[in-house]
Each structure stands twice: as C-alpha cells, then as structure tokens.
C-alpha cells in the first residue's frame, strides 16, 4: 500500500505534536471534568493501512486540527442525524473549518486496490463503544463539491459488545471492485454510554480494481415480524439474507398506514426497536439487505402490525440500566456514567445512590441522563453506587450491579511520580517533569507523545 500527495511523499504515521482536547459539554463545571466524550481518536494508528485526512503526511493548511486529530466529535446516527452538509468533514466544528474544503486535488490520497484494508486507529481516551459505521461515497458523486450526505452509502458495520473501544482498535474494511479513482470514507465511531460520534474522513486513490466487479445483490430478507408491541414502540426481528461475498447490514423502511415508505434506519443485524410511535395506528415495515460492493436486495414482504391502546395503564419497568462506572474520579468527586435503560414508552429519570463503605444506600441524585456528577466527597475513601430507571408511570426498574469506587488521595507528602507519557491519568492526578509539578486537567490516555506535558488542556503547573 502506497501513500501519495500531490506531490509524492513517503508514507509515515504521524501523532500530533501538542494534543489539545476538547471539551464538548459544559454541565460538568463542579468537577472541573470535561463533557462526554475527551477528543478521542482518528484512523492512523498501529496496524493501520490508512491515514485520516487530518493526521495525512502531505496534507498542509490544515488549521488547528493538526493540533487535535482526535478531535472530531459530533451528534452520532448518520446519516438521519451528525453534522450538517457541508461540513461532515470537520464534524461542524468551526475551529476545524478547513477540513471541508473539498476538490479534486486538495488532500492527500491514500492508494489502495479494491479489497480487504486495515483502518486502525489512535484512542486517547477511548468510550465504550456501540459500533463503526464505514460510509464510502457512491459511483459518480462530485469531488468537488462539498460533502453531502447524499454521496454516502454503508459500506460496513463493525459491531461492537459496548466495551473500551480500544479492545477492538483494528478494523478489516473491504474498498469494492466497483469503485476507481478518487473516493473518500467516512468512518463513523459510535459511542455507547454518550449520544456522540467521531467523524474521520479518509481519502482514497482506488485503482488496479478486479476485471468482474461485484455486481450480485444479496438475497432479500424473510419473515418480518414483531417480537413485542407496545402502546408507542414495536421490536422488528427477521431472518438474515445471505449474498455471495457477504452481507454488511440492513435497510429499514417504515410507513403509517396507507402512506410512503421512508427510510427508517440502517442496523448491522437481524432485529430493531423502533420507539416514539402513536397509540392505536396502524404501521408497515420492509427490510433491505446491503452488501459491500452497495448492492441492495428486493424488499422484503411489507410487515404490518398495529401499536396499542394509550388507554391500558403503563405496567412495565424499564430495563436495568448497565455499565455503571466511572470516567474520572478526582479526592472529591466522581463522574458516573451508565448505559441508557430501555422501556416500552420512555425512561424520563435515573435514581442514583450511593453507600460509604459498607454502609446503607441512600439517594443522592435523580437526572435525566445517563450520567451523574458526585461532588463533596471525602478524599481516599471508598464509595458504593447504584442505579435503577423510571418511567413516566412511575414504574422503577430494578437496581443496577453496584460500582464501588475510591476517591483519590488529596494530599501527602513526598514528591509525586514521574511523568509517563504512555500512562492513564485521572483529573486530579499530579506528576513531576523536569523539575516541576504538573497536575492533570482531566482524565486522558497518553499515546507516547513527550509533548503532551505541554498541552494545557492536559496538564497544568503546579505553583
């Protein structure tokens, strides 16, 4: 695999020489901890085929992303939701701007052949995961136009178990025979336990494709049907197709009553639960299946099925709500985050307690979101939480597993360790480097950058 820029270069990974993160959210000031997610990663990491436009040898005037290539943080759910038109590149983040200059002739490429590549990638501070989303723009679309959702089709999900997204950091992608020239990927790392995603554009130079691209669609999916049906959602399962190369996902189209048919979601697998619909109508559902090459099988028969009565009194729980754990934790506050619970018309709360020790439970919060600040703790003391979700009914879910977690020690005598740039660190966290004390700004994952130390997003001096 070869690397080209407009004019030829050699192709080498690079990091960045000062890592800046981004703090996306603002909720969180008690703590001083930054918003959900702490500009995690970009493609171009070890065992990578392929380099992201804005960690690209070759690519110049690029503004302050070359300072943060993790850093490309937006909405998750494209294409139904993300950035804005026009700026996917740049996930809508004005700072980052100039990545959505779009030509012919403006990025670097990377040269690959159809087949089979390797998109690693670089976390800095990597979130539990749902999954990847690979968009490759569709035959004929304009490069110098800017991106637009519409010149994106799936290429390929790669499913993930809602842990650390570095224990899956290597995904095997396949570029499609039918593809030659300039083309661009959009990878799309989905966060599990926030509602972001990172954008990462790849610019590819395809050539050397098979003589017989492949032109076969799969076959179309068999028996829709609902697992369970409620007042406001319905749990669509149904059997998968098969294809000669291999099926990558699914098409999902909805339609009330009698009316069209529109794209509802794309899914990696065989089952979804569509939610937020209206009591007592009538809905019909049909499911595609879509392989590598963007082939689409016929639809499948049309579902139909008809929601519940709004009149019959609200009696189920929502699910446990799961993952409960900590994403910094400082000598006198710990952030919590869970994974969303599920319920057949709406979570609207999450009540969170908390133990000392091995003391009683007692309540503590109740919040709208998945995640909870705990503040005015003691320092190097140990801390029991649970959580359990409400509906508007008022009906509780059952209590989540217990996190136990202890605070940080808040002071001490003796110098603090030595820096090391390959370590974690949490908000709070103190080091010495050359001389001087530096404490951590917020929780991050060191890459081996030495730079870092200097990054005041990262570490600031003490006294």
Do not use: C
Request: net charge negative.
């Amino acid at each position: 695999m070869r690397t080209t820029t407009r004019a030829r270069t050699t192709r080498r990974r690079r990091g960045p020489t000062l890592a800046v993160a981004m703090a996306v959210a603002t909720g969180l000031a008690m703590l001083g901890i930054a918003g959900p997610a702490f500009a995690h990663g970009w493609i171009g990491g070890s065992g990578s085929d392929l380099i992201a436009r804005q960690a690209m040898p070759g690519n110049s005037d690029i503004g302050l992303v070359k300072w943060e290539p993790q850093s490309l943080e937006a909405t998750g759910g494209f294409p139904e939701t993300g950035p804005a038109d026009g700026k996917i590149a740049s996930a809508g983040i004005a700072q980052f701007s100039e990545l959505d200059v779009q030509s012919a002739t403006r990025w670097a490429k990377n040269e690959v052949s159809p087949g089979p590549h390797r998109f690693g990638w670089t976390y800095t501070a990597p979130h539990r995961t749902a999954e990847w989303r690979y968009f490759i723009t569709k035959r004929g679309w304009d490069p110098n136009r800017p991106l637009e959702r519409s010149s994106f089709e799936l290429l390929q999900v790669v499913a993930h178990d809602h842990s650390a997204a570095n224990t899956n950091p290597v995904h095997t992608i396949t570029i499609p025979g039918d593809r030659s020239g300039y083309h661009i990927v959009l990878a799309v790392w989905e966060v599990y336990d926030t509602p972001n995603a990172f954008y990462n554009v790849v610019d590819l130079d395809i050539s050397g494709g098979p003589s017989t691209p492949d032109t076969t669609a799969p076959t179309a999916p068999s028996a829709v049907h609902s697992m369970a049906t409620t007042a406001s959602s319905v749990e669509l399962m149904w059997d998968a197709s098969t294809d000669d190369v291999g099926v990558t996902g699914y098409r999902v189209e909805r339609a009330t009553g009698s009316g069209a048919f529109a794209q509802l979601k794309a899914v990696p697998g065989t089952s979804t639960l569509d939610t937020g619909l209206a009591a007592s109508t009538t809905y019909r559902y049909r499911v595609a299946a879509l392989d590598a090459a963007g082939n689409a099988s016929a639809w499948s028969p049309v579902f139909q099925v008809t929601t519940g009565s709004a009149d019959l009194p609200d009696t189920s729980s929502p699910t446990v709500p799961a993952d409960l754990h900590s994403m910094s934790t400082t000598a006198s506050g710990v952030e919590l985050m869970w994974s969303p619970a599920m319920d057949d018309r709406d979570v609207v709360a999450y009540r969170v307690e908390r133990a000392t020790g091995s003391g009683a439970f007692g309540q503590v919060a109740q919040v709208a979101v998945a995640r909870h600040v705990d503040t005015g703790l003691s320092a190097a003391t140990a801390y029991r939480y649970r959580v359990a979700a409400v509906d508007a009914a008022g009906n509780v879910s059952a209590w989540s597993a217990v996190f136990s977690v202890t605070t940080a020690n808040g002071g001490g005598t003796g110098s603090p360790p030595a820096w090391n740039p390959s370590a974690a660190y949490a908000k709070g966290d103190r080091v010495s480097h050359g001389g001087a004390v530096y404490e951590a700004v917020q929780a991050h994952q060191g890459v081996g950058d030495p730079s870092w130390i200097s990054a005041r997003s990262l570490w600031a001096p003490v006294g």
